[in-house]
């Protein structure tokens, strides 16, 4: 066990509650619950639709599809990212061609590079907004406006950030979130996807359970008698044991939020003052998740990234790298280009706790142990 884990979940009597009283209402599998935490969670991002789903990868998949991503396509994607991301491009037989990141105090993708990777056959954009700071989603707009792209967002780190007054995952045509234990918002495996227009919701819902017309939720209701199936669908489904858990966390998510927020100033505070550390998204003002908090150390001390991390680890901080970069792993080789900015920021990249609950002693003690370590 860690002094500091990377992540804490903030679950308490509420959360059981829910649990038991949808297991006393008997009905457990997609329901009235699922519907409540579709409504609620549209509602919070100002959506005009949700879509629960079993996990986040389900939801990418969905949008890829729902979205005629296909065989032949090219999608641009980021490579600093978790490999769902870009597995999802290749479930509906496309392309992924992978974008650089901005910069070390950047790690969206590049809108730059972004316009340097289209052909003729580009379909789609998705891009990932990193620990809940936005992409630069004006630029992205623009470019994919100009040449009749699909915009996907990954949102999985950023439910509730915002960009422009706009909730993150409703600015392009679909956003997709998760509900992983560890995210911001949990349900032990669980995803959202949120659809820019009607015509892709509908599609997505029908696709998330086997492309049937009607769910036996309706069915049971008497809304319904039979169904037929009208495309080769998925089961993708959230249940309402789990819908329950994202009823009661969606109500606490903007207090953890803010939660966060200060945790995240008190690190700022701190760290400024050691010059081997670079604080990515340093400063950015706006409302944004703090999902994760990255740090990346100078180019002077790009050899000691793993000692810093065993320094923390020995001071009993837990400590992570997010993410491997995708392009370098076996089955994406035959993809792979030359990524500077991103190799370069992933051999010095840190991930330090971050939850709620972390206090200025904690912030103070992670911090110091990394001031000594940084000396070595
Ligand atoms: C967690 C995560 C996913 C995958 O979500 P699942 O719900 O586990 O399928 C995809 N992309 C990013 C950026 C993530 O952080």
Same mark, same amino acid.
């Given at each position: 066990m860690y002094r500091i884990p990377l992540f804490d979940l903030n679950y308490d009597e509420r959360e059981e509650q829910a649990v038991i009283d949808t297991l006393r209402s008997k009905w457990i599998s997609t329901g009235p619950k699922t519907a409540q935490f579709e409504d609620n969670f549209a509602q919070k991002l100002q959506a005009d639709n949700a879509l629960a789903v079993c996990n986040c990868t389900a939801a990418l998949h969905l949008a890829m599809k729902a979205l005629d991503i296909e065989p032949g396509d090219e999608v641009i994607c980021p490579s600093l990212t978790f490999v769902a991301t870009v597995n999802a491009v290749r479930y509906v037989g496309a392309e992924p061609v992978f974008a650089d990141i901005v910069g070390d105090s950047d790690l969206g993708i590049d809108p730059g590079d972004i316009r340097r990777l289209i052909t003729n056959r580009t379909k789609a954009i998705v891009v990932m907004h990193y620990a809940g700071f936005p992409c630069d989603m004006d630029a992205i707009l623009k470019v994919a406006s100009e040449h009749g792209l699909r915009v996907i967002e990954d949102a999985c780190h950023g439910p509730l950030s915002e960009y422009n007054g706009k909730k993150l995952g409703t600015i392009g045509d679909a956003g997709c979130f998760s509900f992983f !234990?560890?995210?911001?918002? !949990? %349900?032990g495996e669980g995803g959202m996807l949120v659809a820019g227009s009607r015509a892709v919701f509908d599609r997505a819902k029908l696709l &998330? !359970?086997?492309?049937? %017309? %009607?769910l036996s939720y309706e069915r049971s209701k008497g809304h319904s008698m039979g169904y037929d199936v009208v495309e080769l669908g998925h089961n993708y489904r959230m249940d309402d044991i789990r819908a329950s858990l994202g009823i009661v966390q969606l109500e606490k998510l903007e207090d953890d939020l803010k939660e966060r927020a200060k945790v995240r100033a008190w690190y700022e505070e701190a760290l400024?003052?050691?010059?081997e550390i670079i604080v990515p998204f340093k400063g950015h003002k706006g409302f944004v998740s703090n999902y994760i908090f990255p740090v990346v150390l100078h180019r002077s001390c790009a050899a000691n990234r793993d000692e810093v991390r065993k320094v923390l680890q020995e001071q009993g901080v837990q400590t992570s790298m997010h993410?491997?970069?995708?392009? &370098?792993?076996s089955i994406y080789k035959g993809y792979s280009r030359q990524l500077p900015v991103t190799e370069s920021v992933v051999e010095r990249l840190i991930t330090l706790p971050m939850y709620s609950t972390i206090s200025p002693n904690d912030v103070d003690m992670i911090t110091e142990a990394l001031r000594e370590a940084v000396k070595h």
């Open positions: !234990s560890n995210k911001n918002l !949990s %349900t &998330r !359970s086997h492309g049937m %017309t %009607t400024a003052e050691i010059d993410y491997p970069p995708v392009h &370098r792993f």
